[in-house]
T-cell receptor, first 116, second 110 residues
C-alpha cells in the first residue's frame, strides 16, 4: 500500500515552545490530509481536515490558533502546536487520502509529543 | 451520532488460538465498516472491509461479517501467529468521515 511518513516520531519540548510535525505522502498525491489526536487507551479523534491550497477545517473544540495546519502541496502537510503546554502532550497521527476516497486513506506512524 | 465500541482491554492468547474481537457500532445512514491494524512503529493499515449488510471482509486469515441486525462487525481469526501481535481498530465510514473504536492490543505468545 501507499506510504505516509511523519517527522519527527518523538519530540520533547519545554512548555511555551512551538513544535512542528510534518506529514508526507511518499508515493501518491494526497488531495486531502487529516490530523488526529490519540489519548492513551482512547480512539483517534479527528482534529482537522485539510485540502491542498485551502484552509483547514477544524473539528468542534479544536483551537485553530493553537494547532496551525498548512497543506502547501499534494505531498506535505504540517501541524504546528503553538505555545505548547503539558496538556498538549499526546500522540498525533496524520492521514492522507488519495483520489479514491476514504478507502484510499493511509496513515502515518504517529508522532509522540511530550511537553514538559 | 456515529460511534464504534470495541471490547475492553488487551487480548493475550497463545499461538494457534482462536481470536475474536468484538465491535459494535451506531450510525446514521449506511456505513461502510473496516478493520485497521497497527503494527509496532507503523501506521494504521487497512486489514479488511465490508460495504453493505451481510458482506464478509477477509484478509490474511482474518474475517468479519457486516451484521446490520446486531450492528456488529466482529473480527475473527482461526489460528493466530506471533506476527499477528498488533493493535486492531474497528472503524466505520459514513458521510465520508471515519469514526474509530478505541482499539484492542492483541499479544500472541509463542
Amino acid at each position: 500500500g501507499a506510504v505516509v511518513s511523519q517527522h519527527p516520531s518523538w519530540v520533547i519540548c519545554k512548555s511555551g515552545t512551538s513544535v512542528k510535525i510534518e506529514c508526507r505522502s511518499l508515493d501518491f498525491q494526497a488531495t486531502t490530509m487529516f490530523w488526529y489526536r490519540q489519548f492513551p487507551k482512547q480512539s483517534l479523534m479527528l482534529m482537522a481536515t485539510s485540502n491542498e491550497g485551502s484552509k483547514a477545517t477544524y473539528e468542534q473544540g479544536v483551537e485553530k490558533d493553537k494547532f496551525l495546519i498548512n497543506h502547501a502541496s499534494l505531498t506535505l502537510s504540517t501541524l504546528t502546536v503553538t505555545s505548547a503546554h503539558p496538556e498538549d502532550s499526546s500522540f498525533y497521527i496524520c492521514s492522507a487520502r488519495g483520489a479514491g476516497g476514504a478507502e484510499t486513506q493511509y496513515f502515518g506512524p504517529g508522532t509522540r509529543l511530550l511537553v514538559l | 451520532g456515529n460511534s464504534v465500541t470495541q471490547m475492553e482491554g488487551p487480548v493475550t492468547l497463545s499461538e494457534e488460538a482462536f481470536l475474536t474481537i468484538n465491535c459494535t457500532y451506531t450510525a446514521t445512514g449506511y456505513p461502510s465498516l473496516f478493520w485497521y491494524v497497527q503494527y509496532p512503529g507503523e501506521g494504521l493499515q487497512l486489514l479488511l472491509k465490508a460495504t453493505k449488510a451481510d458482506d464478509k471482509g477477509s484478509n490474511k486469515g482474518f474475517e468479519a461479517t457486516y451484521r446490520k441486525e446486531t450492528t456488529s462487525f466482529h473480527l475473527e481469526k482461526g489460528s493466530v501467529q506471533v506476527s499477528d501481535s498488533a493493535v486492531y481498530f474497528c472503524v466505520l465510514l459514513v458521510n465520508n468521515r471515519l469514526a474509530f473504536g478505541k482499539g484492542n492490543q492483541v499479544v500472541v505468545i509463542p
